[in-house]
């Protein structure tokens, strides 16, 4: 039996990955920042579930929240850094104390639970960090650079992540959802009037008009999405990322696949940068 952390509980898939768990037979830690939003769920659930007060941005609460874990159920095998939140306007126009928030509660609240983790995991020679990132970061858009940046930076750090704890038995799993019926995303997704310079109508303006006639009617089931995940992990051999919705698939294979053949049509000017009498050793490290 596994037991799984779970961050950002009161969000749609938050509660959708714990639900997931527990039909697996595993325990679960669910956490939140306002658990009272949890209600009893806890409760209901038995003694094979925990609803923990988890505010990612604190480094306090994550250790008391993964200690809570280890003291209820003697280890945590299974993270799933869930909690984050988005962000919308043009990169000139968005305020720093809003470009900080977002990279705190996307990025470095991953990471603090990450490190707060892994001597459990690194010692038993076993577990799965799984990081829930998001189409967003594989192909960027307009009105989100931000969001994208912090999620880009989730990618990058669990690419490396994976490369360090592999050899030590430990999984790493990216998971990048498309468009989502979740509440988080209907939050912030509703307000049309959220600003837009004129300059950028045109780009910025027409993601937010198209998000927010999207709201309520995103194609992509939580509940089947945390289903996939579960899935993933308890296999025992999760992909390194695993992409979720149609509409995802096909943002991230068609950018991936645009990406790839202009990279190959500069191949000449790219080969050229060296020197003329320099070797290199493919796959081998920079």
Known sequence: MRTWLITGGTSGF??????????????????ARRVEQLGGWAQDHGEQALVVPLDVTDPAQVTDAVAAAHGRFGAVDVVVNNAG??????????????????????FFGTVRVIRAVLPGMRAR??????????????????????YNAAKFAVEGLSESLRQEVEP?????????PGAFRTRSDSAGYSDSAIPVIEDYAGTVGVL???LVAMNGRQPGDPRRAAQAVVQAVVGGNPPHRLVLGNLGFEQVTGKLEAMLAEIRAW???????????STHTPGAYV
Do not use: M, W
């Open 267 to 277: 191949e000449p000017v790219s080969r050229s940068a060296d020197f003329p009498d």
């Open 208 to 210: 937010r008009d198209a």
């Open 14 to 31: 938050g509660r959708a990955y714990a639900e997931a768990v527990l039909a697996k037979g595993d325990q679960v830690v669910l956490t």
């Open 125 to 146: 020679r076993s577990g799965c960090i799984v990081n829930i990132s998001s189409v967003g970061g594989l192909r960027a858009f307009p009105g989100v650079g931000y």
């Open 168 to 176: 030590l038995g430990i999984k790493v799993l990216v998971v990048e």
């Open 85 to 106: 939140g988005g962000s919308h306007g043009a990169v000139e126009d968005t305020d720093e104390a809003e470009i900080r928030a977002t990279f705190e509660a996307n």
